[in-house]
T-cell receptor
Framework: SQQGEEDPQALSIQEGENATMNCSYK?????LQWYRQNSGRGLVHLIL?????REKHSGRLRVTLDTSKKSSSLLITASRAADTASYFC??????????FGAGTTVTVRA | GAGVSQSPSNKVTEKGKDVELRCDPI?????LYWYRQSLGQGLEFLIY????????KSGLPSDRFSAERTGGSVSTLTIQRTQQEDSAVYLC?????????????FGPGTRLTVT
């Protein structure tokens, strides 16, 4: 069963704007990861945030984690057409078995 | 170095036939995972291998599904007597070790269509 749930399901923004998506999960976690998927194929790891971290940055990505609310957010700043993809959060309630949400589909319009 | 590779990239088969999907993990990665992704859905965990330990098969949806990993490297996922509901993208991933701090590296997937 899926542990994580992304919100919104779909997001359409203009190039240069920021995109924010959220992930909620049900059980306690050790870490939370965000992945990107282009064209329904392989996933690319974006960032991992540990349960004792609150915020993490990687380039134009900013991830927050609130374990008290069991939620995380992914912010993409200054979006580009190449950011068009589906974004998934993944949690590890059982150490190695990542549990993925259904994803947020982001479309960046030129 | 080379990433995770999977073959074939696409497979169309008739209902009732058996199929084999192959995964070559990143060299040196001891953990290997199989996931299934149906259209518009998230990833569903199928099976996990770690070194020489017994695999975790808890995600396999039926006994028609099986997987093996030979020599701690290449893995094959076999689906017997395929059904239309088996149509999905099958993704393989590997990581340096199993564990909470290691990211998983994904292959491009095999798109299986059962007609």
């Amino acid at each position: 069963s899926q542990q994580g749930e992304e919100d919104p399901q779909a997001l359409s923004i203009q190039e240069g704007e920021n995109a924010t998506m959220n992930c909620s999960y049900k059980t306690s976690i050790n870490n939370l990861q965000w992945y990107r998927q282009n064209s329904g194929r392989g996933l690319v790891h974006l960032i991992l945030i540990r349960s004792n971290e609150r915020e993490k940055h990687s380039g134009r990505l900013r991830v927050t984690l609130d374990t008290s609310k069991k939620s995380s957010s992914l912010l993409i700043t200054a979006s580009r057409a190449a950011d068009t993809a589906s974004y998934f959060c993944a949690t590890d309630p059982n150490d190695y078995k990542l549990s993925f949400g259904a994803g947020t589909t982001v479309t960046v319009r030129a | 170095g080379a990433g995770v590779s999977q073959s074939p990239s696409n497979k169309v088969t008739e209902k009732g036939k058996d199929v084999e999907l192959r995964c070559d993990p990143i060299s040196g990665h001891t953990a290997l995972y199989w996931y299934r992704q149906s259209l518009g859905q998230g990833l569903e965990f199928l099976i996990y291998f770690q070194g020489n330990s017994a695999p975790d098969k808890s995600g396999l949806p039926s006994d028609r599904f099986s997987a093996e990993r030979t020599g701690g490297s290449v893995s094959t996922l076999t689906i017997q007597r395929t059904q239309q509901e088996d149509s999905a993208v099958y993704l393989c991933a590997s990581s340096f070790e199993a564990g909470r701090t290691y990211e998983q590296y994904f292959g491009p997937g095999t798109r299986l269509t059962v007609t």
